[in-house]
């Protein structure tokens, strides 16, 4: 749960909660809420000081909601936007004619306004690292007729040098709301031999739809670049590039146009174009779901042509994407396989291993933490062999596995347990408040919760025995005790028993009156327990499930 919805829940935002009533509410249904809260906390209902002052309080808030789910335009900006959206400034340019559409158009461009005066403070740093390790020797046989000694031959050491180093920086530099600044820079070295490149861009927003960049580089001689997007109508988009290289042979020149076209939601079509020095036609199509990720592409060009497809099946419950890779061409065949696991909220790892002719058999490991990716490419085997492909599969899940479980699972939870210590500490306060509120409206629904027990007795009716909330943790919940982390709520739910009905709406419990988050950001359950027809009935929900009792399903003598 998120840092915003951990506030609105500790401040009672949810106004429909509140209220107890679905978001589809009509008027009528607004109206009937806030008249039976309204006689249970009009402090004119209460004589003595300490509970009228404590009413008042509750009463503040039950209006505050019904004002806001009554007017129709308040009710369409707090539906969009939330809270946050009734409290922005600005909000009096906007006529209470418009659509809930142009309400979220409105508060975004006053969000906008005032992303515009931090702009200042803002870059975007990015970074990669990128190795290359020859290990060919460890599965090579051994060679006689080499005319020297190693020491590494004579302890039997396999020979493993690491070719290749590269290094790419870059940051962004918001100058104004439309222009922003690029400065990156590249060094790399393979086989003793390095280089290095440095540019500088500007890009422009010309509009909603497009962006113009001018790019100026040096390195390998003076390069210079112009680029451009535009999109023309929904899901039809391109961009273009012009280069030009100066070389100790003259200018060269290129250019890349790539056409875009949306085919349905999770479908697009891509049409790349090149010109200068590698020349080719690039067709593309990708469908991305939640559970899958799907490209299909083919190349004609110079110097090679090639047919690729590629699969990803994504596992959100375990946070694991595994990928298939097929490429064939005029420069041989490709076979790629690999898994990526998220290991926290901002780091992914991912394993590939490559099975090509004439690139023989290739270990990629990769690490991502936010904007900065590390790369390790381990060259095996220049020929397709069974010991190093075995090899390079099972290792890397036998270590991945061998490191989640003694280092980076223990991290994880002693990081969540701290960071949970942390929220309850900085909620402390807010929580001793919210406990103090719910413990006066429990009050002053004592009088009203024992006249609607009477009456539900009198009928057979539907009268709450025992009502736990919070993280329960035992299978019996019937057997939780009142603890920090869990609330007795029999009264609560009972006062909101009507004609031997109760209806709990799909969201957090913690917002009904005289209930409270005791937890903010862990999960919670409701545990009931009532009689209807004389006849005992238990059931428990997940803390934003809804719940309407009482159910023939609930009776204790069919479970």
């Known amino acids: 749960m998120s840092e915003s919805s951990d506030e609105s829940i500790l401040d ?34 209460h004589q003595h000081p300490d509970r009228k002052k ?23 900006i707090y539906d969009n936007l939330g809270v946050a959206g009734l409290a922005t400034q600005g909000w009096e340019v906007v006529h209470r004619t418009k659509t809930p559409q142009e309400i979220r158009e409105e508060y975004e461009r006053l969000a906008r306004e005032r992303e515009e005066r931090r702009l200042q403070a803002r870059t975007n740093p990015k970074s990669s690292v990128s190795m290359t390790i020859n290990a060919t020797e460890l599965f090579a046989t051994g060679d006689d007729d080499t005319p020297y000694l190693d020491l590494r031959d004579i302890f039997g050491l396999p020979h493993i040098e690491i070719s290749g180093m590269s290094l790419n920086q870059s940051i962004e530099a918001p100058l104004t709301s439309k222009d922003t600044a690029i400065l990156s820079g590249q060094l790399s070295s393979h086989n003793g031999r390095g280089n290095g490149t440095l540019s500088c861009a500007l890009r422009r927003v010309l509009s ?4 113009a960049e001018v790019e100026l580089g040096t390195g390998a001689g003076l390069s210079c670049s112009i680029k451009c997007f535009r999109s023309f109508y929904q899901g039809f988009f391109a961009n273009a590039a012009l280069q030009a290289n100066v070389t100790p042979n003259g200018i060269r020149l290129g250019s890349i146009v790539t056409v875009a076209n949306q085919l349905d939601q999770q479908t697009t079509a891509y049409l790349t174009w090149k ?11 990708i469908r991305d779901t939640e559970r899958l990720h799907a490209v299909a592409s083919m190349h004609f060009g110079v110097p090679q042509s090639y047919v690729s497809m590629t699969y990803m099946h994504k596992m959100p419950d375990h946070e694991i994407k595994l990928k298939l ?6 420069f041989g065949g490709l076979l790629e396989y690999s898994v990526e696991k998220q290991v926290s909220l901002h780091s992914h790892f991912s394993a590939t291993m490559s099975l090509g002719v004439p690139l023989g058999v290739q270990l990629r490991l990769r690490l991502r933490r936010a904007s900065q990716t590390y790369t390790c490419n381990i060259v095996l085997c220049d020929d397709l062999l069974p010991a190093p492909i075995v090899y390079g599969t099972l290792l890397p899940l036998v270590g991945w596995v061998a490191i989640d479980r003694l280092i980076v699972k223990p991290f994880l939870d002693e990081q969540k347990r701290q960071n949970m210590a942390r929220q309850r500490e900085s909620n402390k306060v807010r929580i001793s408040e919210l406990k103090r509120e719910a413990a006066a409206a429990v009050e002053l629904m004592r009088e009203t919760v024992k006249r609607n027990i009477d009456m539900e007795e009198n009928k057979k009716g539907l009268v ?6 919070g993280r329960l943790v035992s299978s019996e919940a019937d057997q939780e005790e009142a603890t920090d982390d869990v609330l007795n709520v029999t009264i609560q739910l009972q006062c909101l028993v009507k004609d031997s009905k109760l ?14 988050d005791t937890c903010p950001g862990e999960e919670k359950t409701l545990y009931v327990s009532y009689l209807f027809h004389a006849l005992v009935h238990k059931v428990t929900i997940k803390d934003r499930e809804g719940l309407r009792i009482p159910k023939q399903s609930h009776r204790v003598d069919q479970q």
């Open 12 to 45: 009672g935002e949810d106004y429909y909660t509140f209220l107890n009533i679905p978001r589809d509410a009509t008027d009528e249904d607004i109206c009937n809420s806030y008249r039976r809260l309204s006689r249970l906390y009009h402090p004119d209902k």
């Open 54 to 76: 404590e009413a008042e309080i509750l009463f503040s808030k039950t209006k505050k909601a019904y004002e806001v789910l009554i007017d129709g335009h308040q009710r369409a």
């Open 208 to 211: 909603e739809r497009g962006w």
């Open 275 to 285: 010109l200068g020095t590698s020349n080719g036609l690039t067709t593309m199509v």
């Open 325 to 330: 890779t097929a490429k064939v061409g005029t």
């Open 464 to 469: 709450i025995l025992k009502a736990m909330y």
């Open 503 to 516: 209806i709990l709406q799909e969201s957090s419990k913690c917002q009904l009156p005289g209930l409270y």
